[in-house]
């Protein structure tokens, strides 16, 4: 397959390639802070990877850090997600919104990380869970990656504790 690749991060197929190129990705921080905890995360971006790091703290019944940026898959045509990560052994979600909205319903997968290891992940749109603020929603409507307008990550699920998640690849694959 041919792909070209639009930024440091995100490839997607050459033949489907929009004008509005999503070369310069502006990641941010939604921590558990918007409810009372006290959890905190920065991302940073290198020449060749993304960079999502902190520490989750459970004080206040909270637990989570997350990044995310704006995104528009639209005329992708795309039918699956590559991912190449390396982690710290913890388990993190791929989120996706289908709205620009901060809050709201997301399309969520998780997967586990390989401690120092590079690990490459696909995921198809029936892999995804439709979920409200960590519920899984009644509805459940599989994904179709066009509809995406917000790409993250989280740490969640009571992991205590330092992070961290290098990501050297989000591949977009028809």
């Given at each position: 397959m041919t792909t070209k690749q639009l930024s440091s991060l995100f490839v997607f197929n050459v033949l489907v390639v929009?004008?509005?190129a999503n070369a310069n990705q502006r990641w941010y921080a939604v921590n558990d802070s918007v409810m009372g905890g006290v959890?905190?995360?920065q991302v940073n971006q290198t020449a060749k990877s993304l960079i999502f790091e902190g520490n989750v703290s459970l004080e206040n019944n909270a637990g989570f850090a997350s990044i995310r940026t704006e995104f528009n898959?639209?005329?992708?045509?795309?039918?699956?997600?590559a991912l190449r990560v390396k982690g710290d052994g913890q388990t993190y979600q791929l989120?996706?919104?289908t709205t620009n909205y901060l809050d709201g319903a997301a399309y969520?997968?998780?997967?586990?990380?390989?401690?120092?290891?590079w690990v490459d992940i696909?995921?198809?749109?029936?892999?995804?869970?439709?979920?409200?603020?960590?519920?899984?929603l009644e509805q459940q409507v599989v994904i179709d990656f066009d509809d995406i307008k917000?790409?993250?990550f989280m740490i969640a699920g009571k992991q205590e504790g330092r992070f961290k998640l290098e990501v050297s690849k989000i591949e977009f694959k028809s």
């Open positions: 929009s004008a509005q959890s905190n995360s898959a639209q005329g992708q045509n795309s039918k699956a997600i989120r996706l919104r969520t997968h998780s997967f586990k990380t390989v401690k120092n290891e696909n995921f198809a749109p029936s892999d995804f869970t439709l979920t409200y603020r960590g519920r899984m917000q790409l993250g």
